[in-house]
DNA sequence: CGCGACCTTGAGCACTGTCAACGCGGGTGG
DNA sequence: CCACCCGCGTTGACAGTGCTCAAGGTCGCG
């Protein structure tokens, strides 16, 4: 079930190990690129795993130990709230990094939706290749600020008030996060269920599906399967997107 | 109006110049603190500045050439969407920092809320001393995945369906960010405004003012004034937040 | 073929947004 | 010292939107 990946596999297209992503982002600044010195070096300390689809990485409040970085298909991570709904906190793509603590606990669930490849990384021993690699940790520094924009971007999309808007960010957001991960220009793969969706946009199940119909009923997006969305109007799409 | 800021008052409480949290935070790691070396070698490249309130720091899609970290004072981080409505994306207290960018400009506009101490840090100056300096960069890592914690966080009191459980959690989110900066324990002073307020929790004007009036009513919450609050029932409090 | 999980559709209700009018309070100028 | 004014906040009425509860439909897998 796990194996040492060789050095090479770690930052190999399409699924590079860390998407490169400006920092605080001066125009001036050069996009950071892992040397090859720096995968070997995450190579070392990284396991390799292959974990079928609906199973538990971790639970909520379980001592964090080790950080992931996505290499092949989709996990979501959420929260169960105290009033029984479940608030989902984000989709991971290849290239994805997730593991977040406080105080040396997980703050979210994770589970894999399809059957993925992680990388897994103890945290320990992160820590310290990153206080002695300044460049490496540079670039975890720019994914970190980088999920942190998408996080204010998300607030964004969540606050909209309409089902119908905050579906159309969703389904752009999805096809911005898997663009070149193999689904073709016009088509949207959605590897979660409905209800992951919903758990996303802070909206009921039956609002999603509602708005789903919507989009059809506009001829904006068709619904090829539960799993593959098409879009068929990108440019009013777009502009139902925007309209915040 | 600006002057070089001597090395020792940097990190001084009681406004410390970055806050120190524990990164991805497994219990074992250790704070990070700030060395002499690094305040001397921060302070050497930052401008320490005094702003009127209200005053503009940077435009929405300006150039992003200077880091900020609040020493004193108030700032609100906002947004104006193409429906007119004004998303606040933060508030700014002493030890936060603020200038994320994207694509070599700034995301949102920031303001003054009151009159304000700052330090303004060169981006580029900046990077390259983080480059090198990887216990520094690292503090910053754990700066901004708090940063990233507290943008969940926000996602999940901005995704609460009632007016007064959104407010309840606010007044906690402030009283926590301000805690032990000159204020009593049961009293939030709110420096912004109503509809500043109605801009972060994603609601009208209106609905802020009838949920306040509805923490009144239910005697958990007293405002004393426009800009200061004082909890009545901490437990109540507490418990109407935490029912998500 | 049939079961079960997932999804869709419908009716009524609760909540906030919007529009509009009123109240308060600090600052200004006579 | 007082009257005025304007920004900010409060309160009320009504409409719009999503949530809840409930029933029926569809797809995939054993």
Known sequence: MTKRPDPASLL??????????????????AVPVLTDRQRHDLAAIATKLRLPARMKLYQEGAPATWLFIVAEGAV???????????????????????????????????????????????????TELLRR????????????????????????????????????????????DLAGAGAEADTIPLPMSRSDIAGYLALSLEAVSRASAELERRRLVKFESRNLARILDAKRLGALAAAV
Do not use: W
């Not at 190990?17 to 605080?24: H, V």
């Not at 169960?80 to 989902?88: E, N, Q, T």
């Open 12 to 29: 190999s297209d399409p699924a590079p190990l860390i998407r490169t992503i400006p920092f605080l982002d001066s125009a001036a600044a």
């Open 76 to 126: 979501k991570s959420f929260r169960d709230l105290p009033s029984g709904k479940r608030r989902v906190a984000a989709f991971l793509f290849p290239g994805d990094i997730f593991g977040l603590a406080e105080s040396g606990r997980y703050i979210n669930t994770t589970q894999a939706i399809t059957r993925v490849t992680l990388y897994r990384i103890p945290l320990d021993q992160l």
């Open 133 to 176: 690699d300044a460049e490496l940790q540079f670039t975890v520094l720019c994914k970190v600020t980088h999920e942190l924009r998408e996080a204010q971007r998300r607030t964004l999309t969540v606050t909209r008030r309409d089902a119908v808007g905050r579906l159309a960010m969703f389904l752009l957001m999805i096809k911005a």
